[in-house]
C-alpha cells in the first residue's frame, strides 16, 4: 500500500484558507486518495474523495496533481471548529481497512 | 438517523480480565471494521468483515484479540487476558459497499483502561 506523508501541525486563523498537502510517491493506478477528520473523543469522518484533478463539495476541496504523487485538502475560510486532525489515506478496492491512517495532520484554528 | 454505536463508551478492567466491546453498525452496511487508537495516533486497522465472514484479520495484535460478526450485523471484539498495553480506543466503523475506499462510516469509540 502506498505510504502517505503529511505534516504533523499545522495553525491557522479564523476566516483563512487551510490547505495541507499529504505525499504519495508510490500510489498505485487502482488507488484513490481519501480525507478523514476527527474530533476529539469522536471517531473519524469522512470529507472527501478523489481520484485525479479536483473534487469539491461543501466542506472541503481536494487537489490532485497529474501524477498523483501529492493531493491537498483545502478548508475554505475555516472557523474555530474545523480545530482537529486530518488524515489522508490512500488505497484501491481491495484495500479494506488496510488504508494505513498515521498520525494525521493536527489543525488548530485560533481566532 | 442512526449512526454507528458503541458500548460501552468506557471500560475500565484488571490486567487478566477479559472484555467484550460492542459494535452496532448502521443497519444495512456490508463491511464492518475495528480499529484500535492509542493516544495522539491514529487508528490502526485490526480486522474487517463482509456480512459474517472475516476476510481479514491481519491486523490483531495476538491471539487474545478476537471478533466476531454471526448473523453480519452486530460484532463483538473480544480481548481475552488482558494486558496495559491493550488500552486504548477501540474504534468499529462500517461501509454500505465492497470496497475498500468506500466511505466508512465510525462510531464514538470505545475506550479501555487496564489498570
Known amino acids: 500500500l502506498a505510504k502517505t506523508t503529511q505534516p504533523i501541525s499545522m495553525d491557522s486563523y479564523e476566516g483563512q484558507e487551510v490547505n495541507i498537502t499529504c505525499s504519495h510517491n508510490?500510489?498505485?493506478?487502482?488507488?484513490?486518495i481519501t480525507w478523514y477528520q476527527q474530533f476529539p473523543s469522536q471517531g473519524p469522518r469522512f470529507i472527501i474523495q478523489g481520484y485525479k484533478t479536483k473534487v469539491t463539495n461543501e466542506v472541503a476541496s481536494l487537489f490532485i496533481p497529474a501524477d498523483r504523487k501529492s493531493s491537498t485538502l483545502s478548508l475554505p475560510r475555516v472557523s474555530l471548529s474545523d480545530t482537529a486532525v486530518y488524515y489522508c489515506l490512500v488505497g484501491d478496492e481491495g484495500s479494506w481497512g488496510k488504508f494505513q491512517f498515521g498520525a494525521g495532520t493536527q489543525v488548530v484554528v485560533t481566532p | 438517523g442512526a449512526g454507528v454505536s458503541q458500548s460501552p463508551r468506557y471500560k475500565v478492567a484488571k490486567r487478566g480480565q477479559d472484555v467484550a466491546l460492542r459494535c452496532d453498525p448502521i443497519s444495512g452496511h456490508v463491511s464492518l471494521f475495528w480499529y484500535q487508537q492509542a493516544l495522539g495516533q491514529g487508528p490502526e486497522f485490526l480486522t474487517y468483515f463482509q456480512n459474517e465472514a472475516q476476510l481479514d484479520k491481519s491486523g490483531l495484535p495476538s491471539d487474545r484479540f478476537f471478533a466476531e460478526r454471526p448473523e453480519g450485523s452486530v460484532s463483538t471484539l473480544k480481548i481475552q487476558r488482558t494486558q496495559q498495553e491493550d488500552s486504548a480506543v477501540y474504534l468499529c466503523?462500517?461501509?454500505?459497499?465492497?470496497?475498500?475506499?468506500?466511505?466508512?462510516?465510525f462510531g464514538p469509540g470505545t475506550r479501555l483502561t487496564v489498570l
Open positions: 508510490n500510489i498505485a493506478t487502482n488507488d484513490y
Open positions: 466503523a462500517s461501509s454500505l459497499g465492497l470496497a475498500g475506499y468506500d466511505e466508512q462510516f
